[in-house]
T-cell receptor
Framework: GAVVSQHPSRVICKSGTSVKIECRSL??????MFWYRQFPKQSLMLMAT?????????EQGVEKDKFLINHASLTLSTLTVTSAHPEDSSFYIC?????????FGPGTRLLVL | TQLLEQSPQFLSIQEGENLTVYCNSS?????LQWYRQEPGEGPVLLVT???GGEVKKLKRLTFQFGDARKDSSLHITAAQPGDTGLYLC???????????WGLGTSLAVNP
């Protein structure tokens, strides 16, 4: 069965609004989760490392004020895309680090109109 | 900057053919993972290789880790349409638990 879930699986929003994506580690605690962005038929691009109880670590070029990450519990990390624009449309994937292996969620397709 | 070069980027073959995907780097990895991803879904871990020279088999898929732990290959024997998908290699450099990702190989197996 699935180890990591994501919600919603797809979302359409208007430009300027904020969207929250949830990533849950099922049955396992995950101190560390990762957020990725992926364009069609391309590899994963790491956006940030989410650490439970502390601030997320963002990769170079990723705006921390635009992509807010909250890892409030050992099983839940959230990514909020603030003031979304059409260029933020993408496939967002999270992973949970469990026993030194990353297990991926099913992804969230975001479309900003 | 650590890089993982993956080739080929795109591959379209007929059912029954064999293929090999390569991941190469100038860096040493403590482990290397292979994932398969279908459209609209997250990557699914196929295998993790840890030891230099290691060979692992998963049905018709054979994974090899280079002796120096800088490169890896994935060989598929008698490909089937169900093998179609995006194959990704990712190396664990050991720092911060982040993975270094290859660009992916988009495989299409035609019936």
């Amino acid at each position: 069965g699935a180890v990591v879930s994501q919600h919603p699986s797809r979302v359409i929003c208007k430009s300027g609004t904020s969207v929250k994506i949830e990533c849950r580690s099922l049955d396992f605690q995950a101190t560390t989760m990762f957020w990725y962005r992926q364009f069609p038929k391309q590899s994963l691009m790491l956006m940030a490392t989410s650490n439970e109880g502390s601030k997320a670590t963002y990769e170079q070029g990723v705006e921390k004020d635009k992509f807010l990450i909250n890892h409030a519990s050992l099983t839940l990390s959230t990514l909020t895309v603030t003031s979304a624009h059409p260029e933020d449309s993408s496939f967002y994937i999270c992973s949970a680090l469990i026993l030194e292996t990353q297990y991926f969620g099913p992804g969230t397709r975001l479309l900003v109109l | 900057t650590q890089l993982l070069e993956q080739s080929p980027q795109f591959l379209s073959i007929q059912e029954g053919e064999n293929l090999t995907v390569y991941c190469n780097s100038s860096s040493v990895f403590s482990s290397l993972q292979w994932y398969r991803q279908e459209p609209g879904e997250g990557p699914v871990l196929l295998v993790t290789v840890v030891t230099g020279g290691e060979v692992k088999k998963l049905k018709r898929l054979t994974f090899q880790f280079g002796d120096a732990r800088k490169d890896s290959s994935l060989h598929i024997t008698a490909a089937q349409p169900g093998d179609t998908g995006l194959y990704l290699c990712a190396g664990d450099a050991g720092n911060n638990r982040k993975l270094i990702w290859g660009l992916g190989t988009s495989l299409a197996v035609n019936p």
